[in-house]
């Protein structure tokens, strides 16, 4: 069965490194997402991207933060310089349809930011 | 804003008992999905429900779109063991990019 997978499952930074997030979507998808989720809270959007351009993003995606589809295959999320508050598992999903097309997601990476 | 609110966050019941998880929201949503997420692990879709006043059952587990789309309800009937875990209702955001917008999740215990 087809699956998003994502690497790595677990990384611990120190602040104010470059985190680079990797995921590949299920391969005939068209819509790519990354969700967050900090411990105890709830899952929270983050960006969407859609023919190699974001079609949207929160008021917690800010300059820190950037994605890219390098290859058609991977799609990757960059925290430029994290913070403390970054700590979080960050969810890669891709859907093949809009608007109610099933979002499958990724096991996650679980970010420590020390 | 768009919020979707989960109630209860917690719930422990004994195994064969039923149950009900509800979602409100003060918004309009064209379609609202639940999930169930287990430990380590990524939402998982359980159904989409997308007409107002659209119940869908899958085996023990029922849902319901109200009306005006505003708020949703799970039924679990005689649960069990292994429905333990996390519950997550989602609505699609009123942009038309697929964002989901989550609710903070009921757990539950289902205790033999």
Same mark, same amino acid.
């Given at each position: %069965? ?16 470059? &985190?680079?997030?990797?995921? &590949? ?6 819509? #790519?997402?990354? /969700? ?8 929270e959007?983050?960006?969407?991207? /859609?023919?190699?351009?974001?079609? %949207?993003?929160?008021?917690? #995606?800010?300059?820190?933060?950037? &994605? ?6 991977n ?11 970054? +700590?979080?598992? /960050?969810?890669?999903?891709? +859907?093949?349809?809009? *608007? +109610?097309?099933?979002?499958? #997601? ?9 | 804003?768009?919020l ?6 917690f ?10 998880? /509800? ?19 990524? *939402? ?20 319901? #779109? ?6 949703? +309800?799970?039924?679990i ?5 292994g ?11 009123s942009?038309?990019t ?15």
């Amino acid at each position: %069965e087809p699956e998003v997978t994502q690497t790595p499952s677990h990384q611990v930074t120190q602040m104010g490194q470059e &985190v680079i997030l990797r995921c &590949v979507p299920i391969s005939n998808h068209l819509y #790519f997402y990354w /969700y967050r989720q900090i411990l105890g809270q709830k899952v929270e959007f983050l960006v969407s991207f /859609y023919n190699n351009e974001i079609s %949207e993003k929160s008021e917690i #995606f800010d300059d820190q933060f950037s &994605v890219e589809r390098p290859d058609g295959s991977n799609f990757t999320l960059k925290i430029r310089s994290t913070k403390l508050e970054d +700590s979080a598992m /960050y969810f890669c999903a891709s +859907s093949a349809e809009l *608007p +109610s097309g099933e979002l499958f #997601f990724g096991e996650g990476s679980r970010l420590t930011v020390l | 804003t768009q919020l979707l609110e989960q109630s209860p966050q917690f719930l422990s019941i004994q195994e064969g008992e039923n149950l009900t998880v /509800y979602c409100n929201s003060s918004s309009v949503f064209s379609s609202l999905q639940w999930y169930r997420q287990e430990p380590g692990e990524g *939402p998982v879709l359980l159904v989409t429900v997308v007409t107002g006043g659209e119940v869908k059952k899958l085996k023990r587990l029922t849902f319901q #779109f109200g009306d005006a789309r505003k708020d949703s +309800s799970l039924h679990i009937t005689a649960a069990q063991p292994g429905d333990t875990g996390l519950y997550l209702c989602a609505g699609t955001g009123s942009s038309n990019t697929g964002k989901l917008i989550f609710g903070q999740g009921t757990t539950l215990q289902v205790k033999p």
